[in-house]
């Protein structure tokens, strides 16, 4: 989703999401996608290396890392992303 519309994100968040993107903290369904719809860069491809999740209390944490090409460069960028997803989103 991420690589091809960063807009299709939306149904990902809540209102009580928080997003911490470079030390910034953006709290909000709405003000995470308008900073990750305004990041620097038209295109990228993620090429996911890892994926673990551990459950916990009616949530799962997920943690993610790859790398990333950004507007078709061909050297990437190491990246790491962790999630806690509610029991709530699983059913979606």
Request: charge should be negative.
């Amino acid at each position: 989703m991420f690589d091809a519309n960063r807009a299709d994100l939306a149904n990902l968040y809540q209102e009580e999401s928080v997003l911490t993107f470079d030390g910034q903290e953006i709290k909000g369904k709405e003000a995470i996608l308008a900073k990750l719809t305004s990041l620097p860069f038209q295109q990228c491809q993620h090429h996911i290396g890892t994926i673990n999740c551990l459950p916990s209390g009616g949530a799962v944490f997920v943690l993610v890392t790859g790398n990333v090409q950004l507007d078709g460069n061909q050297d990437t960028l190491d990246f790491s992303q962790n999630s806690k997803i509610h029991s709530k989103l699983l059913l979606l």
